[in-house]
């Protein structure tokens, strides 16, 4: 079993040195206020939120929004549910994915035509052979999807596609090991592989995340916190960022490029060795700033504006790092991550796992069908001056 297959099965037994890792060279450690925000005099936001359960037996993975009215949202067992009323009403698809799959990206480049990627593993986590990646396709905003290509002994974690034609898959190779990286320029029917292209990955390095500007440029993250970049559509890659000194159990999940070219990383972790969370900035000129957060981890967030910043995820409700109780929560920072408020929590949803933006509000779910939008209002929005 490689590293990171060993982190995410929560079996790491490599020893986690505490407060060796939060010295100067890698930022300020973060804190985590629990305090009811309304209470605190410095604080510029209200919120509010109205929730619903899909599913209350079903994982919920992934949601995208792609304006005020129409979303979707995917989870296990292969289901996607999608509005056209701003979450009003729902409706069910089922994928012809098999058992054991869930999906692990959705992309929609209008209101009817969009991908999702869907991941089945295997009964065995040691059958490498048995895991399968998928990529499906809509033409009618998820009533019905059709398979265009799958591959055995792969995991995709994202797919992202900027229009109608140009779009990407990343992942990892389960049987050799290293980064599955995708691309296509004709819709999905035809996929390219582009992963040899990236210079001096590791054999355990893949990909967890891809942010795509237009048809040729691209950030591509790896999950040990590699950050590549390319503006001729993958043919080269250029190695902008390396996230040095960061504990082995940190999950790097997360890339994304904000209006003023600044660079962030999410990264997270929930194993035996404790839970924490770090957010990286490179700002312009290559410097950098790094926040890390303890006893939350923070598997998604969501900028308002380049410091304010809502995430999702889960705290521990015990001190057993492994096996206690957790709780999804809602957090909001106002200072890029160096500090943290609650600001919803449900004790019945273990976490909750992705976000998606509309015009400043979010849309947010997480195990047991939860399915929450969260507004908010205050001085600060995006764009405001």
């Known amino acids: 079993m ?43 936001r209200r919120w509010s939120s109205k929730s619903l359960k899909l599913n209350e037996d079903l994982t919920l993975t992934v949601v995208n929004f792609i304006d005020k009215s129409h979303g979707w949202i995917g989870g296990y067992e292969g289901t996607v549910y999608s509005t056209d009323d701003g979450g009003r009403t729902w ?8 058992p054991n799959s869930y999906v692990s990206g ?44 799958a591959w055995n002994g792969t995991q995709i974690y994202r797919v992202r596609f900027i229009n109608n034609e140009v779009g990407w898959l990343v992942g990892r190779k389960l049987e050799d090991g290293g980064l599955f990286v995708m691309h296509t320029t004709d819709g999905g029917s035809n996929w390219v592989e582009l992963s040899s292209n ?7 390095d893949f990909a967890t995340d891809i942010y795509a500007i237009d048809r040729s ?16 559509g993958g043919q080269r890659w250029t190695q902008d960022l390396t996230i040095r000194d960061e504990p082995e159990q940190t999950f790097m999940a997360k890339v994304g490029v904000l209006g003023n070219g600044t660079v962030w990383v999410l990264g997270s972790t929930d194993s035996k060795e404790g839970m924490w969370t770090t957010i990286v900035r490179q700002f312009a000129g290559d410097s950098s700033k790094r ?10 967030i969501s900028f308002l504006s380049e410091d304010e910043i809502v995430g999702c995820g889960s705290m521990s409700n015990s001190d057993d790092a492994l096996f206690g109780s957790r709780t999804g929560v809602v957090l909001y920072s106002s200072d890029a991550g160096h500090s943290w408020e609650k600001i919803y929590s449900d004790a019945e949803s273990r976490t909750l796992n992705a976000i998606a933006t509309v015009d400043g509000n979010f849309w947010i779910v997480g195990d047991h069908g939860l399915t929450l939008y969260l507004s908010a209002s205050g001085s600060s929005r995006p764009g405001d001056k």
Not at 198 to 204: E, M, Q
Not at 218 to 232: F, I, M, N, Q, R
Request: charged share 25%; aromatic share 8%.
């Open 198 to 204: 990236v210079i001096n990955p590791t054999n355990n």
């Open 2 to 44: 490689t590293r990171r297959l060993l982190v995410l099965s929560l079996f790491a037994n490599l020893a986690f040195s505490g407060c060796s890792y939060w010295g100067q060279t890698v930022g300020s450690e973060g804190r985590l206020h629990t305090k009811d925000r309304s209470k605190r005099e410095s604080l510029t």
């Open 91 to 98: 409706q069910t698809a089922k994928l012809p994915t098999g």
């Open 106 to 149: 959705i992309s929609f480049s209008g209101s009817a035509i969009g991908w999702v990627a869907v991941r089945r593993d295997p009964p065995e986590v040691m059958d490498r052979k048995g895991y399968k990646s998928i990529v499906l396709r809509t033409d009618n905003a998820g009533r019905s999807w059709q398979e265009q290509r």
């Open 291 to 300: 926040f890390r957060t303890g006893d939350v981890r923070i598997k998604d």
């Open 217 to 232: 440029r691209a950030t591509l993250l790896t999950v040990e916190g590699k950050v590549y970049s390319t503006v001729d």
